[in-house]
Every structure is written in C-alpha cells, then in structure tokens.
C-alpha cells in the first residue's frame, strides 16, 4: 500500500476542522480565522460561507442530507450552516470554553463537543474540576441538549461508537471514558481507563501537564477504540515526546495493541482515521524529529505499512467513502508578514490510496 500525492492547496489560515462531501470531490473546512468554507479539492478553489465564529473554528460536520454543515469554535459556539444559500441557520452556546473536537453519530441524529479549560487544581499542578459538563451531546435538527458528561478537563477528543449507542471522550490525562447513551442523560460511564503513554508532567520551564489523547476512533467492527497523542518527555513544551497510537477493548479498557518501537518519530500526533473497509488507519500530525508526520497501519498486526512526511502540521486526515484518496488538512508553521501582507498558511493535500 502507498500514498500518492495528487493534489496540493493552500487556504489563508490553518485549517483545524475538515468535512467530506459524500462524493469526496469537495471539502469543508474550519480555519484559524472563524471562517467556514467549501473546498474544491481538485481545484482548491475557496468559497467562504457566511457565518464566522469569534475566534478559531475547530471542527465542522456535514449532516446526511447533504445540505447542513455544523461547525464549533473556540468561541464555545455551534452553528448551522445551509449549504444551498450558505446563510446561518442556528447558532447555539454548547460551552463557556473552547469546543476542543466535534463529533457527529453514525446515522448523524446527535453531535458531541467536548471542551474544558486546563486550570491547575493542586500543588501537583493537576487539573482542577470542570465548571461545567466537559461532554455535551446535542440534537442536530433542533438543537437541543440532549446529554451532559463529567469527565476532567481538558477532553481533547470524543467519538461515537460505530452503532452509535456509546460516546467515548479522552482528556489530557491519558484518561478515557465510555457512555451509554441509551441509558440517559446524566448516566454514569459504563467503562473507563487511564493510559499514562499520553501525558507528561515537569519542572522544566514551567510546572505543568502537557500531552493528552488528540483523536478517537472505533473501528469499523466496532470492537476496539483507537487512540493517538504524544508520549511523556522530560521537557514538556520541547513537543518531542513518541509519536503514539494505542488500541483498546473498549468495554474492558485493556490495550489490544500500540505503535511499534522504532516506527515512530517524536512530535503531536492530532488525528486517526479508519478506512471504510477497516484493513488500515491513518495516524497523521506535526513532525519534532523523525522521517514522518502521516503513516499507514495494518489493523490486523499494527504495523507501519507505508508514511509520507508532507512537511507541514496535519490537523486532520479523512478517507473518502470508497478509500481510494486520503485527505489531509492542517497549516505551516504560522508564518510572519511580508511587505504587510500575511501569506496564506492552511493546507489541504489529496493523496491516492494505491494496493
């Protein structure tokens, strides 16, 4: 198996949020800026949608009738978004911090936003309690609070499970939980676990924590849950520590599988993905030292199958509904203005999926 670069665009801001049209001709993405736009990614064509959020906008989903976008922002908010007048529909205030990823259930009834801000608690500098649910799981044709979950902020990820009856979320901490979602609104997990390979905490330059699971991901048989991130470091603003991924039994917690020794870099790794027959995942992020920052791997032994280093920070990384082409979106390191002109920095980059 072999990625192939075909296509490469470049977009003003940093892209943190991606969504692919049911055909995977065209994408839509949340940029650094607040703006939404679709994305033609065969020409890279840019078309803004009206609505902004105040700040970043972190994640975007498109609803299964093809013409509602949903985007969240570090604004706190969720927005709909028509796609056929590009005009706002609803506007929501899911939390009063940043909305850290949106995730959208299988048969796209109920979207998930996880937040919470990182507040030293203790004199360990652990994380102090949230000020409010950390997990909120909303209606997408109305808007409605459906459920809110306690966990310990910062929750970084949450995906729903393939049959769409469980909601998993992972913190900073390495700490992940599962909810029934059947169960009720304010149900207590039905499994949970900590994996201390995702977090770090030190006394150099400064006290504090840093690392934590970027990305969830059930498999398609719906048996395990994947997870990516960091591993610990001595230094934790040097951003060198293992680029990692961990496969678990989601029901019991205990870990099925993890990245090899020796087939990884160090640098963040931000998001996974499964392709659409469930033979491989995509692991993809920003690259400290290493000769990658997007690879492959066989869901059947873990092993590193093939890996490109695109040289810049994947956000990112979707399959389109056949597997045939992996798209991949993120930014350069942010750069500084020329002449008073700021050059475009996001980046969205279609590979061929080949064997």
């Known amino acids: 198996m072999k990625l192939t670069s075909l296509h490469k665009h470049s977009l003003a801001t940093g892209v943190l949020g991606l969504a692919l049209a049911p055909d995977g001709d065209r994408a839509f993405v949340a940029a650094a800026d607040g703006q939404i736009s679709s994305v033609d990614l065969a020409t890279g064509e840019a078309s803004p949608l009206a609505a902004k959020h105040a700040s970043y906008a972190s994640g975007c989903v498109l609803l299964p009738d093809g013409q509602t976008l949903v985007s969240a922002g570090y604004d706190g908010q969720l927005i709909w978004h028509d796609l056929a007048t590009q005009q706002e529909k609803r506007r929501v205030r ?47 044709s109305s808007g409605e609070l459906l459920a809110a979950f306690n966990h310990t902020p910062p929750v970084l990820s949450c995906a729903f499970s393939r049959d769409g009856a469980h909601l998993a979320a992972a913190n900073l901490l390495g700490e992940v939980r599962v909810w029934n979602l059947e169960a009720g609104a304010a149900a207590a997990p039905v499994a949970g676990w900590t994996s201390p390979d995702f977090t770090s905490w030190g006394s150099t330059k400064s006290h504090h924590y840093c690392g934590g699971i970027y990305a969830l991901a059930f498999s398609p048989d719906n048996v395990s849950l994947l997870g990516c991130g960091m591993g610990p470091m001595t230094d934790p603003m040097a951003g ?60 059947a032994d873990g092993q590193l199958i093939h890996s490109v280093d695109t040289k810049n920070r994947i956000t990112q990384a979707r399959f389109t509904a056949d597997g045939n082409r992996l798209i991949l979106a993120g930014a350069i390191s942010q750069p500084q203005p020329k002449g008073g002109e700021w050059p475009s920095w996001g980046r969205v980059q279609v590979f061929g999926v080949e064997g």
């Open 94 to 140: 899911a939390h009063r911090f940043w909305s850290w990823q949106l995730a959208l259930s299988p048969d796209g009834r109920r979207l998930a936003s996880s937040s919470g801000q990182y507040l030293p608690g203790g004199w360990k500098y652990e994380p102090a309690a949230e000020t409010e649910a950390s997990v909120k799981v909303f209606d997408t």
């Open 240 to 299: 060198n520590g293992k680029m990692t991924w961990q496969a678990w039994n989601w029901q019991t917690g205990e870990r099925t599988d993890q990245i090899r020794d020796g087939q990884h870099g160090s640098g963040l790794m931000e998001t996974v993905a499964w392709s659409p027959a469930g033979s491989h995942f995509v692991m993809a992020g920003r690259q400290a030292q290493g000769t990658w920052n997007a690879a492959i791997f066989s869901a």
